[in-house]
């Protein structure tokens, strides 16, 4: 994998290998595509620097760090963030990292958990359960698509994902 010329990583964890992401992939029933992969090598638990980025509902996004995809290292672990999540978020949203704001940001499988995913921004404030439904509202349209207003895409690829990163305004 390229990463983007444009791009750094700052406050890594020591290098972690393929057999951590690979008990990740397992664990998730996932395959992550292999430029993510390659990144996180490098990269575990980075904060990639330019941080800012654009969805198509907001601009001026501030990413902050990845995800540690080693439970020996890091502190933010990917497999208590998606344990956290999964009851909020439609089956194959995985989170990556997470923005200065608390919300996600995470590959969506919903193409297949074989397919290669797109990159998605979760909203937190609009993250949903079950038990927030009412009767109604639940006959109203279903729980995924409750849960799927809280989703935006950002990029169809992770490699996009890290082109559309820039400096901010405010950094």
Request: aromatic share 12%; with cysteine; proline share 5%.
């Amino acid at each position: 994998m390229t990463i983007p010329k444009h791009v750094t990583f700052e406050s890594c964890t020591e290098k972690i290998d393929i057999q951590d992401i690979e008990e990740v992939e397992a664990a998730l029933g996932v395959r992550f595509p292999k430029d993510f992969v390659e990144c996180m090598l490098e990269n575990n638990e980075g904060c990639p620097v330019p941080c800012v980025f654009d969805y198509e509902e907001g601009e001026g996004k501030v990413f902050h760090t990845f995800y540690s995809l080693s439970s020996k290292v890091g502190s933010y672990y990917i497999l208590t963030a998606h344990e956290d999540l999964k009851v909020c978020v439609p089956d194959g949203v995985i989170p990556i990292g997470y923005d200065a704001a608390g919300n996600y940001i995470c590959f969506d499988y919903s193409n297949g958990k074989h397919a290669e995913p797109i990159v998605v921004f979760v909203h937190h404030e609009f993250l949903i359960t079950e038990e927030d439904l009412y009767e109604g509202e639940i006959e109203e349209k279903s729980l995924e698509e409750w849960q799927r207003d809280a989703i935006s895409p950002v990029a169809e690829t992770f490699t996009e994902f890290l082109s559309k990163l820039y400096e901010g305004g405010d950094e």
